[in-house]
């Protein structure tokens, strides 16, 4: 049973059944809303969508909703997109019925390993397929594990799980407790899971551990789990969230699965507030430096500017000191010049504020500021030295403005428009399309996938196709059609009919049991060929034309086949007859008849899609004519 404190090692198993019957996913975003909860978009195989939520010492599931994605991501968010995002999760293994997770992820070509540790303050840790460390959430040493970067990921203990009678023996001979507390503990249960197996069991739950018989025991956990996956009628009650009701307990809501009970049992996740300053990037902080020095170059061209206007308002002082102090120095030292200049009542000495005897120089206090004066030098002199400073400021304030264009904020373009990409698909590496009924038909594109897709994917009520000629794509119908016209024309086209530059042919379908690669005595039956025996059902002079087209709805992808299976899914096409373009020819043709009928801003947002190697994989073997390009306003 789930509380509002956590989940059950059985609890989690009965979520995980569920969890897994959507295998395939693929991981998409990653978000991290506090220290320890996860949220994960994930993609099924045929467009599901799946929000999957984890706080790591509490719970786990799939929910309804994601709370909103965090303004900041965290480091170990970023960590986690960086190597599983897009990646596929191959299995999910929960170990015995700890309350531990591994989800088996395959991306590019490796394979890694996330686990969630759901008990005590919980952990998310990924590894490498050898379950070596990369990087856990939390670092811990524990008294016989650690869960650090580079070493081995080892479970908490050795876990005995009753997985069979001797198993479950072993673990009834180990304790010294009570039925039901050795059932909670040792078969990591709990309380209420435990009191429910003595019941199925028909033992007191006080009775004396030893004199349990395993079979019997092991019998009713295997049937407390069996309820968990098959037989499951999921309820919250007053004390909780129960993956199948109990006896004596009252459902206050039941539910159609227990992730769904699970979502509405527990709250959405608060994402932690921060006090946290904004966060510049490195341009933003060179651009905020930049700036305060050019605030600062500018103040000083100011200051240095209004010392030389005061130097020439004050010519005749200024003239005055220079000549005096000039003069004095032949006779005097320039301390002998400072204490003359100290008990001086003259104007003129008194604006003296500081002497420099090592470079002939004096600050005078002209208007309240200070003007340095050379005395060894005249006055046009002393201000082209200020001058100087002013376009050394300058020149540094125009490095400064430089730089900051250098790192201005790039102006984003436009958002390109979004669109969904067709996921690769099992069947795409052969020829395909599917009827006007939404059957699924493959043909071979030469001998050793025509030997594939009959050996490997030729099943049940499947029909073998095949045109009235040696050479061509074999044709496996993937169930009950009405639409054989398309099949045919599918099957006629893609064979050495039109390689021969023939606009008619015929085709043959068989039943799946009367094809056979066993040949007839002092016979061979070459690779890609195939016998069939009985009778065969013919289809008479078959018009051959594909259409090759980008359909947008339920995802953008380039698709090709018969005209009527195309039209009813591509928004544009192009028709496709025998004639005398090559394939590689016929593609390019084929791309430049698209890219005059679909609009110029959806043609550049699709150049990753729409290009001549997508469109060659649906081009005919031989020579093709291209007919005019078609919008479909179907």
């Not at 309350?99 to 070509?109: A, C, H, Q």
């Not at 016989?144 to 970067?149: G, I, S, T």
């Not at 070493?151 to 304790?175: A, C, D, F, M």
Request: hydrophobic share 35%; glycine share 6%.
């Amino acid at each position: 049973m789930a509380t509002q404190k956590g989940m059950s090692g059985i609890d989690l198993y009965a979520m995980l059944s569920e969890l897994k019957s959507c295998l395939p996913l693929w991981i998409g975003k990653i978000y991290q809303y506090n220290n320890e909860t996860f949220g994960f978009r994930l993609n099924g195989d045929d467009h599901q969508k799946y929000n999957f939520l984890v706080e790591c010492s509490r719970r786990a599931h799939i929910s309804e909703k994601l709370p909103p994605a965090p303004k900041n991501p965290s480091g170990y968010s970023m960590f986690l997109r960086k190597y599983i995002s897009g990646g596929r999760i191959l299995d999910i293994t929960q170990y015995g019925i700890q309350r531990i997770v591994d989800f088996k992820i395959g991306k590019t070509e490796q394979v890694l390993h996330l686990i969630f540790e759901l008990f005590d303050e919980g952990n998310a840790i990924l590894c490498d397929n050898n379950y070596i460390i990369q990087n856990p959430l939390k670092n811990h040493r524990f008294r016989d594990r650690e869960v650090l970067p580079g070493v081995r990921y080892e479970l908490p203990e050795e876990i005995i799980y009753p997985e069979n009678i001797e198993k479950t023996s072993l673990l009834l001979k180990k304790s010294d407790k009570n039925l039901v507390k050795t059932i909670a503990s040792y078969f990591m249960t709990g309380g209420n899971y435990a009191e429910e197996i003595c019941r199925i069991s028909d033992y007191d739950k006080n009775m004396d551990v030893q004199l349990a018989d395993p079979e019997t025991i092991f019998k009713a956990f295997s049937e407390v789990l069996s309820r968990c996956t098959d037989n499951k009628n999921p309820v919250i009650t007053g004390s909780g969230c129960w993956p199948f009701l109990f006896e004596g307990e009252k459902p206050v809501q039941e539910f159609e699965s227990y992730n769904n009970a699970l979502n509405s049992f527990y709250p959405l996740p608060e994402e932690e507030e921060k006090d946290a300053k904004p966060v510049l990037s490195k341009e933003e902080v060179i651009r905020n430096r930049q700036k305060k020095a050019i605030e600062g170059f500018e103040k000083n061209i100011i200051l240095i500017q209004k010392k030389v206007d005061l130097i020439y308002s004050n010519y005749q002082l200024v003239s005055e000191i220079i000549n005096t102090l000039n003069e004095a120095g032949k006779n005097h030292s320039w301390q002998e010049i400072e204490n003359i200049l100290k008990e001086s009542s003259i104007s003129a000495a008194k604006a003296i504020l500081k002497v420099y005897p090592k470079n002939a120089s004096v600050d005078v206090k002209i208007e309240d500021v200070a003007v340095r004066i050379y005395i060894h030098e005249s006055i046009e002199v002393n201000a082209n030295r200020y001058y100087s400073e002013i376009k050394k400021y300058k020149k540094k304030k125009n490095g400064a403005i430089k730089a900051m264009e250098k790192f201005a904020p790039v102006k984003k373009p436009e958002k390109k428009k979004e669109i969904t990409l067709l996921k690769p698909k099992w069947y795409h590496r052969f020829r395909w399309f599917y009827t006007s009924d939404g059957v699924l038909v493959i043909g071979g594109r030469d001998a050793g996938t025509n030997e594939e897709i009959v050996k490997k994917y030729m099943e049940g009520n499947d029909t073998f196709v095949h045109a009235d000629v040696h050479g061509g794509s074999v044709v496996i119908v993937k169930g009950e059609t009405r639409f054989w016209d398309e099949v045919s024309v599918f099957a006629a086209s893609y064979s050495n009919i039109w390689k021969s530059g023939h606009f008619y042919g015929d085709v043959y379908a068989a039943k799946r049991e009367q094809v056979s690669k066993t040949a007839e005595s002092g016979e061979f039956v070459a690779r890609g060929a195939f016998v069939i025996r009985g009778e065969r059902k013919y289809f008479r002079d078959v018009s051959l034309g594909v259409a090759i087209g980008l359909q947008y709805e339920p995802a953008v992808a380039v698709i090709g086949g018969p005209v009527s299976a195309v039209k009813k899914r591509a928004k544009y096409y192009v028709v496709l007859k025998p004639g005398t373009f090559e394939p590689n020819d016929a593609a390019r043709k084929v791309l430049r008849n698209l890219k005059d009928i679909i609009p110029e801003g959806d043609f550049k947002s699709l150049k990753s899609v729409l290009n001549t190697e997508a469109i060659a994989a649906f081009v005919p073997p031989g020579g093709s004519d291209i007919e005019t390009g078609v919008l479909n306003e179907g």
